[in-house]
């Protein structure tokens, strides 16, 4: 079942949430793969967010009476299939990942699709399914196991990229920031502003409120201001409910004070 969908001219991407049993997504999510391998030539796509895949990336994600283990066999399973069907190197990354180089999905992306063939050249970056180059049109993808992500973007009052990456390297953890962020500045040229864009790998740790504060910190070292946010796809309401209760600095408050919460029991 596809729960959400979202893409936008600026990122060039589509970021597509299902669930499903462990049988329905091994049938389901090769197809896809196949699918975005017909749609989607990576020799004449451009975009604002980097890409080595027609189908970048596929994590799976344990939400409810599964665990991480399940996913990590789920994702393995998932990877060999599409390169024995559609010859699409496959690294997995993560939870999934056999070495600690290929955890972090941005080391993997690195070179991004035009140089992935010379990447995959060094014995460390064999794929983990698949052959040792990219497919012509369609390039590699990750697959692995992780828990919730949420991306999130905020958009600043100002068309200079430079500022909103430089805020972004001082945000991300890779630049002494807050740790489970990665962070990278984005032009929304339709909107003629831009934007720091991040994914947040564990927002127990990092939570939406310390990370709005801090962009809004360095945001102001500038002399520019915040004009809004955004998640991309779905995120846990968990990490909503704690953005507020920081927000307002609830005492002792927790999810099971929310009534719809309550009701799900």
């Known amino acids: 079942k596809v729960l959400d969908f979202s893409q936008d001219a600026d990122h060039n991407r589509a970021v597509v949430t299902v669930i499903g049993t462990y049988e329905g997504l091994k049938r389901s999510v090769p197809l896809a793969a ?15 967010h980097p890409r080595m895949g027609a189908m970048d990336v596929c994590p799976f994600v344990p939400i409810r009476n599964v665990d991480m283990e399940t996913c990590i066999r789920l994702a393995s399973e ?13 690294f997995l990354y993560e939870r999934s990942a056999g070495s600690p180089q290929r955890e972090n999905l941005a080391v993997i992306r690195k070179g991004e699709f035009e140089g992935m063939k010379e990447k995959m050249l060094q014995a460390e970056w064999k794929p983990d399914f698949g052959h040792d180059r990219p497919h012509e049109s369609a390039g590699v993808t990750a697959v692995g196991a992780r828990m919730p992500l949420i991306a ?10 430079e500022i909103a990456n430089k805020i972004a390297r001082r945000v991300r953890h890779g630049g002494g920031g807050l ?3 990665k962070a990278m500045g984005v032009a929304l040229q339709e909107r003629n502003i831009v934007q720091v864009s991040m994914n947040m790998t564990d927002f127990t740790g990092s939570s939406l409120y310390q990370v709005m504060e801090m962009v809004k910190a360095e945001a102001r070292r500038f002399g520019v201001n915040v004009i809004g946010s955004e998640i991309i796809g779905l995120a846990p309401l968990e990490a909503l409910i704690d953005a507020a209760a920081d927000y307002l600095q ?14 799900l029991e």
């Open 152 to 161: 999130y973007n905020i958009n600043l009052a100002t068309s200079d990229l």
């Open 250 to 263: 609830l005492e002792d408050f927790g999810l099971d004070q929310v009534i719809e919460s309550r009701l």
């Open 179 to 181: 740790r489970y962020i």
């Open 34 to 48: 196949g699918k975005a391998m017909e749609e989607i030539d990576l020799r004449k796509h451009e975009g604002a």
């Open 78 to 90: 998932v990877g060999e299939i599409i390169a024995a069907d559609y010859e699409i190197p496959i």
